[in-house]
């Protein structure tokens, strides 16, 4: 069974950073590109950053580079997302996805709020 599970949201202030974690299971995550989307109040879903399988690299929305990181660990079949100067527009639902978005996770809330 493929789970997808999200964890590290929060309420912070604005510059502020969090680590969102991606916790996978149940398909061969190492050789899965995987990516991470976001849907903030009454807007669609936005992709954010998305980490190749084979070499790492990585990918960024112009919205979030510079601040956000994303990283994996293939042993320990997580995904990392390093938010760093937090904006009050990084409020969202944000989303881990496989490969070809077939699986996602269910979400972690971010808001960033004075």
């Known amino acids: 069974q493929v789970q997808l599970v999200e964890s590290g949201g929060g309420l912070v202030q604005p510059g502020g950073s969090l680590r969102l974690s991606c916790a996978a299971s149940?398909?061969?995550?190492?050789?899965?590109?995987m990516y991470w989307v976001r849907q903030a109040p009454g807007k669609g879903l936005e992709w954010v950053s998305h980490i190749n399988a084979a070499n790492g690299d990585t990918f960024y929305a112009d919205s979030v580079k510079g601040r956000f990181t994303i990283s994996r660990d293939n042993a320990e079949n997580t995904m990392y997302l390093q938010m760093n100067s937090l904006k009050f527009e990084d409020t969202a639902l944000y989303y881990c996805a496989s490969s070809s978005y077939e699986y996602w996770g269910q979400g972690t809330q971010v808001t960033v709020s004075s």
């Open positions: 149940g398909f061969t995550f190492a050789s899965s590109w």
